[in-house]
């Protein structure tokens, strides 16, 4: 039965030299049919990050933009995830696309984004984002919900009408990855797996199969 279904990678892989397949073109096509299909969040990723004592954390977060260069999101770089992206600089993505059936996973290394770059993300959020960017102590203790409303309140007035800067805590990451694995589910969990692999984000890519 699975030999009847189309090979997903056969028409990316067919006729062409390890070095000249790329996987952000890969998870470009993928990421557009993604937005057609997907109900909620097309972007939405699992980011696990490690924190100093070796122990991993997952959680949620939003894809913001995906280059040659990498995968980029943005934080509060004093919550937790932003602490132990600074101190250990590596991370590992995966998107999970459940009506198209596919996942795809990255690992690399982070490094923050430029100031401009931030800037530019940050000026385009709604308003009461970049209100709550500057309200919330994120991660850390809090004692009710009023106590974050006054803070919110609080910058609310402080800005006013005017333009709200972008925090100096407040920022984005990029991950650079050196591991990027296409899945593609199949009946009878004989599953299509895609990896493409390199030493550092200067390096070159090779690819191979991987059992389901």
């Known amino acids: 039965m699975s030999e009847t279904i189309k090979d997903p990678f056969e028409e ?28 909620n969040d097309p972007n939405a990723m699992a980011l696990a990050s490690v924190d100093e004592t070796g122990l991993p954390n997952v959680r949620m977060v939003l894809l913001k933009e995906i280059d040659d260069r990498g995968f980029v999101f943005y934080t509060n770089y004093e919550s937790a995830k932003g602490r132990e992206l600074l101190g250990q600089g590596k991370a590992a993505l995966c998107f999970h696309w459940k009506t198209l059936r596919r996942q795809v996973r990255v690992r690399g290394p982070v490094t923050p984004v430029a100031a401009e770059e931030a800037d530019a993300y940050y000026a385009s959020r709604a308003r009461g984002s970049r209100i709550g960017a500057w309200a919330s102590k994120q991660s850390r203790p809090l004692e009710s919900r009023f106590a974050l409303e006054k803070e919110v309140a609080k910058y ?57």
């Open 156 to 212: 609310t007035a402080k800005f006013g009408f005017g333009d709200i800067p972008r925090p100096a805590h407040w920022s984005g990451f990029r991950l650079e990855p050196v591991e990027v694995e296409f899945w593609q589910d199949r009946p009878f969990r004989l599953h299509d797996r895609l990896q493409f692999r390199r030493e550092n984000p200067d390096a070159t890519w090779s690819t191979q199969r991987l059992y389901p």
């Open 12 to 39: 990316l892989i067919k006729g062409k030299s390890a070095d000249s397949l790329n996987p952000f073109h890969i998870f470009s096509e993928w990421f557009v049919e993604a937005e057609a299909a997907e109900i």
